[in-house]
Nanobody, 125 residues
Framework: QVQLVESGGGSVQAGASLRLSCAAS????????MGWFRQAPGKERGFVAT????????FYTDSVKGRFTISRDNSRRTLYLQMNNLKPEDTAVYYC??????????????????WGQGTQVTVSS
């Protein structure tokens, strides 16, 4: 069982930056595909970014390409999401998730077994 704890959310103005962190409880962190998802009010949870076990394979949803960067530090069991040039439409609860899939990436929330509690990001115009 992997426990995930997100941090780093907050309320910022448009154009600002935030860095989210996700700390994992288990040494097996490095064996998992990791992902970030977000859920805005009244909307379903959606994919943001995913990173392979080694960090070599990364995918983003189109709306965050060029602004967000996903990364991981397996030695620290920590996943990151650097968010630059934030926009009001980025407002959501952000969740990190871990997948036991044997692939190298996944954009589907159904393929992630472990989830953090979420951290709120609010961007005002």
């Amino acid at each position: 069982q992997v426990q995930l704890v997100e941090s780093g959310g907050g309320s910022v103005q448009a154009g600002a930056s935030l860095r989210l962190s996700c700390a994992a409880s288990e040494p097996s962190f490095g064996a998992h595909i990791m992902g970030w998802f977000r859920q805005a009010p009244g909307k379903e949870r959606g994919f943001v970014a995913t990173i392979s076990q080694s960090g070599a394979t990364i995918f983003y949803t189109d709306s965050v390409k060029g602004r967000f960067t996903i990364s991981r530090d397996n030695s620290r069991r920590t996943l990151y999401l650097q968010m630059n040039n934030l926009k009001p439409e980025d407002t959501a609860v952000y969740y990190c998730a871990a997948s036991e899939s044997r692939g190298v990436s996944s954009t589907l929330s159904s393929e992630y077994e472990y989830w953090g509690q979420g951290t709120q990001v609010t961007v005002s115009s």
